[in-house]
Every structure is written in structure tokens, then in C-alpha cells.
């Protein structure tokens, strides 16, 4: 298998939500800085991730929809009538300066990613996740919905059966949704439960095609580890996947605002080192993730696990100055810890397992 490809862009640089969003922090730029200043960054297995073309976004997205997404970044506002229809300006999805064209480079950036693992390999592409967006509306901060456009293009040629594990904070509803009917897909998402967008209930299965893993507010790493050991590597196991997306939110990290799971970064490196050998092709994404701190050491400690690279335990003076630069303007942020600014790798965060892992673990240790 070749070495692993990073697929991003500068697209993100400077791009907000806007100065009261969630996302008016920088996500994938600190993580790409981060790369490079550990020395981590190899341009060989750089590729910069495309914008995706109208026909690629029609795979999946009606073409009113891709239209009214042009129009509202070409003219920066939206009719009430586009409001209504698809929630453009509405429901946390704002106007923006790049608001087509930094979606659709998240999912030119799956997509490459699934076009050069086609004969086998993996790929990073941190600026992709958007696992909310709906053929025709924005949902979830997320206007496309690159995984499932990723998951189309593998299966357009040929790849199958995938598993698609999303473990960001937020259930994968869109994704699991597209893929209802569709025995080739197995879509797994472990989330909050009682969580926006109210979906992913463990009785949820989809059809037979999805299975879901809701957890408390508070759960740890225990939680996530014994899941792991108990349902989704068996699962995987079962399945001999071709082919494995996984999409990393950073939103499930106990400091994150928008979430009430207490991970640490060491629940996202053991899923991904678990899962990386179980199929010839994998699609590492982003997602959610509210805490630049988390997200930026989060995705970087990825990169490390597909690259057999373990982080020092106190970083170099560069990779320092990142982290020192970047602020966030609620109270997680006012006061952060200095290991922010100095480590990469959490220690990992373990508590007694709750109830409801134990219930999952019973419902589901059998799965077909």
C-alpha cells in the first residue's frame, strides 16, 4: 500500500462563518501549520483538494440546490423564497463569502481522496465531514455532504461493501439516510445521545444497513474503547470491507462547546489505528469540532497514527507558536491549560463504563 496522502487547501484560510458562529474559528489551516511544523509534511504526498464540479455535486445534490448555493456566494444574500427551500441563511447555515466554494472543495477533496485510493491507499482530507448536508437543503452547519458523495464515487466504481464509522459528536444523519437502502453501504455512528439532530437512536438500524451508538453526556474514552473492542471492530471483522470512511469530529472532545462527551484525543487515534488495516482503502475526513485547540491537535495526532509517527512529549518551539496563536471567544477558551499549547497526544480520559455502554455492548456484541 502507498504512503498515506494529505488532500487539503487554503480555501480555509481566513474563511468564517461569521465572527458569532461556532465556525468562526480555523480549523483545517492550524492543522496543516501543525504538520508542518513537526516536520510531518512530505509535499510528494500533498494534493491540493479541487473544487468539485456541478456535475460531481448532481451525483447527490438536486441542481436548484447547487444553483441557489452559487447564487447566495455571488451576490451574498438570499430570497425569502431560497430561505424557505433551502434553508440557506437559516438554521446556523449562514451567508458567507465562500460559502459554495469551501464546501465544494471539501467534497473535491473526498472525492480525489476516493479517486487516487481506488487501486488501494489511504488518504487525510481534514476539510472534509460535512455529514448533515441533504440533497437539497443545508442542515448542521454543512451546505454539501462530501462523505456520502466520497462513498457514491467509490461504489460508482465498483468498491464494496464500505463502512462509514463517524464518530463525531453529532449523529451521521444524513449519511446514514442516503444510504437506507443501499446493502452495499454499512453506515455506524457513535454520538451523544439526546443530541442535535435527535436522531441515531441504538433501537435505529436503518434497514439492517446502519448501526447506532449513543452515549451519555460524560462518557470517556472507556466508553468509546469498550465499544471499539466489543461491537465495531467485530462488525468490521464481519463485513471484510473494501473500503472505510471515517469521519473524526473533534466535537466529541470533552473541551468542546457544542458537546457533552468527554473524550480525549486518544479515543480518535485508537479508532483510527484500529480500523486502518481492516480494508485495502481508507478516507480519513474531519467534521465537527468547535475548540481550535482540539480540533487542530486532534486531526494533526491523526495524520501521525496513518503515518506510524508518534508526536514528542513536548513539542518543538514552531509547533508551539500554532497553538499559542489561536483564540477562541467563549469561556473554554478565556483561560486554556498550557498542555494546549505544548503537547499533542492526550492522555486518555477513563471513568467507570455507564450504564448505557454496558446496554449497548449486551444489544448489540451479536450484530450480523
Not at 473526498?110 to 440533497?135: E, F, K, N, S, Y
Not at 462527551?261 to 485495502?280: E, G, I, T
Amino acid at each position: 500500500m502507498t504512503a498515506p496522502l494529505l488532500i487539503a487547501s487554503e480555501i480555509y484560510r481566513g474563511s468564517s462563518y461569521g465572527p458569532k458562529h461556532p465556525l468562526a474559528i480555523e480549523r483545517v489551516p492550524p492543522t496543516l501549520d501543525l504538520i508542518r511544523a513537526l516536520g510531518w509534511f512530505d509535499p510528494a504526498r500533498y494534493r491540493e483538494a479541487p473544487v468539485a464540479t456541478v456535475p460531481e455535486l448532481a451525483r447527490f445534490h438536486s441542481l436548484d440546490y447547487i444553483a441557489a448555493l452559487q447564487r447566495a456566494e455571488a451576490t451574498q444574500q438570499v430570497s425569502a423564497a431560497d430561505r424557505a427551500r433551502f434553508r440557506l441563511g437559516a438554521d446556523g447555515n449562514p451567508i458567507f463569502r465562500e460559502m459554495f466554494r469551501r464546501p465544494a472543495t471539501g467534497a473535491g477533496g473526498v472525492l480525489a481522496g476516493a479517486r487516487l485510493t481506488l487501486g488501494g491507499g489511504i488518504a487525510h482530507i481534514p476539510g472534509g465531514g460535512t455529514h448533515h448536508g441533504r440533497p437539497d437543503r443545508a442542515a448542521g452547519f454543512c451546505y454539501l455532504n462530501d462523505c456520502v458523495l466520497g462513498i457514491l464515487a467509490w461504489l460508482d466504481a465498483g468498491v464494496a461493501p464500505i463502512l462509514y464509522v463517524d464518530i463525531d459528536a453529532h449523529h451521521g444523519d444524513a449519511v446514514q439516510d442516503a444510504f437506507h437502502d443501499e446493502d452495499r453501504v454499512f453506515t455506524l455512528s457513535v454520538h451523544e445521545a439526546g443530541r442535535w439532530p435527535f436522531t441515531g437512536a441504538a433501537d435505529d438500524r436503518a434497514g439492517g444497513a446502519a448501526l447506532n451508538l449513543p452515549l451519555p453526556p460524560g462518557a470517556t474514552d472507556a466508553d468509546l474503547f469498550a465499544l471499539l473492542d466489543g461491537v465495531i471492530l467485530p462488525l468490521a471483522q464481519r463485513l471484510k470491507p473494501q473500503a472505510i470512511m471515517i469521519q473524526a469530529g473533534a466535537d466529541a472532545i470533552a473541551e468542546d462547546p457544542l458537546s457533552r462527551l468527554a473524550f480525549s484525543n486518544a479515543a480518535h487515534r485508537a479508532v483510527v489505528a484500529a480500523l486502518q488495516p481492516m480494508a485495502p482503502r481508507l478516507l480519513l475526513l474531519g467534521g465537527g469540532g468547535y475548540n481550535p485547540w482540539s480540533v487542530a491537535r486532534c486531526w494533526t495526532a491523526l495524520w501521525g497514527v496513518l503515518n506510524g509517527w508518534s508526536a514528542p512529549d513536548r513539542l518543538p518551539a514552531a509547533a508551539e507558536a500554532v497553538l499559542r496563536r489561536l483564540s477562541l471567544d467563549r469561556a473554554v477558551g478565556r483561560h486554556p491549560p498550557e498542555h494546549w499549547f505544548t503537547t499533542l497526544h492526550d492522555p486518555p480520559r477513563l471513568a467507570p463504563l455507564r450504564e448505557e455502554t454496558r446496554d449497548l455492548l449486551r444489544r448489540h456484541a451479536a450484530v450480523p
